[in-house]
């Protein structure tokens, strides 16, 4: 199973895996502000456990199609779970320091999940802790409080425009989703990157996996600084530091020609970049009221699905090895940039 699974290249997988979001995102955003988001979480991670169990039964060649079935049901659910899991936490833990932690926590198990995830066991194993994990997150979420659960508009285009219409009128909402999208494209852009470049300059399937998991290491220690830094700091400066380090990651891994050295700039994207994002969710959550908060944080969302969905078959391209690197270099650095000039994202929360 697992030669079968390299059927499918990543570049591919990621643009299957991008096109849900990039359609569905703007529909999705609305309807995780109507439903009951403790409710909507819960049958995401049914519908991703299933998704995920469909690999089971792909076993030969004339079973791609399962796979890039189960690539997109996945990445259906995780369309309706990330808006509604940014909007359902506040509900759960509040707006104060606790919401800074509850949040570094989640890119604490998204580190693990990074770590574990590399082929260190058989793919069967791998595949069923994978779903073992979903349900296991669908009952916990099931057993907080319940989820807000917004009013019927007027349809999903007046919905849509209102959402706009909030992040024009505030200034830290509109440059920090500026920053996080600008930041979650170029991410997007390299994504697909490390598996063939990794093949020639870092020697093979095996070191890739292991700078792959080193950005899991980097989630593991990004968050307890996370959880220390975003309400003693102001979150421009710290949201432009944290960039600025993941460019200068960015650009030692796809410059190291060993495996050796791209660990530790695969660690450090992992660090940094949590810290981007964790700040970027905490404020949006803080400044955004609920009943906006799913279409809010989903506008980040939709930008990363849509740029994977373009970038991902291109990027891995021999001759397109240097232009979308050093495009996506810049385009992090500028957003950098950004966040620590924009007048309105310079405040730390006070407690």
Do not use: K
């Not at 791609?64 to 509900?91: I, K, N």
């Not at 999940?113 to 082929?119: E, F, I, Q, S, T």
């Not at 944080?297 to 391209?317: K, M, Q, R």
Request: net charge positive; glycine share 10%.
């Amino acid at each position: 199973m697992a030669v079968f699974w390299r059927w499918s290249s990543g570049a591919d997988r990621s643009a299957r895996e991008g096109l849900p979001a990039a359609v569905g995102g703007p529909v999705a955003e609305v309807l995780v502000d109507r439903w009951d988001r403790r409710r909507a979480m819960v049958a995401a991670e049914v519908l991703r456990a299933a998704a995920v169990a469909l690999l089971l039964f792909a076993r030969d060649p004339v079973d791609l199609w399962l796979v890039y079935l189960a690539l997109v049901l996945e990445s259906t659910g995780t369309v309706v779970f990330r808006p509604a899991a940014q909007a359902h936490t506040p509900v759960v833990v509040g707006t104060g320091t606790a919401l800074s932690g509850a949040n570094a926590l989640n890119s604490l198990t998204d580190g693990v999940a990074r770590l574990v995830g590399a082929p260190l066991i058989g793919f069967p194993a791998l595949v069923a802790a994978d779903v073992a994990s979903y349900l296991v997150s669908a009952g916990l979420i099931a057993s907080t409080a319940r989820g807000a659960r917004g009013d019927r508009g007027p349809g999903v285009g007046a919905e849509l425009r209102a959402g706009l219409a909030f992040l024009r009128s505030t200034p830290t909402a509109e440059a920090l989703l500026a920053v996080s999208t600008a930041f979650l494209v170029a991410n997007a852009s390299l994504s697909a990157l490390p598996v063939p470049f990794g093949a020639v300059a870092w020697g093979g399937p095996g070191p890739v996996g292991l700078v792959l998991s080193a950005l899991g290491v980097g989630f593991l220690v990004g968050a307890p600084a996370t959880r220390a830094l975003v309400d003693r700091l102001r979150c421009g400066s710290l949201s432009a530091g944290a960039l600025v380090t993941t460019a200068a990651g960015f650009a030692l891994r796809f410059n190291s020609t060993s495996s050796t050295a791209a660990l530790p700039a695969a660690a450090l994207i992992g660090l940094s970049g949590s810290v981007a994002l964790v700040v970027t969710r905490t404020t949006l959550q803080r400044v955004t009221p609920t009943d906006l908060l799913g279409r809010v944080g989903a506008v980040p969302l939709t930008g990363e699905a849509a740029a994977t969905v373009v970038g991902a078959p291109a990027g891995p391209a021999p001759a397109e090895f240097t232009s979308p690197r050093t495009t996506a270099y810049a385009v992090t650095v500028l957003a950098a940039g950004y966040a620590a000039s924009t007048r309105g994202v310079h405040q730390p929360f006070a407690p």
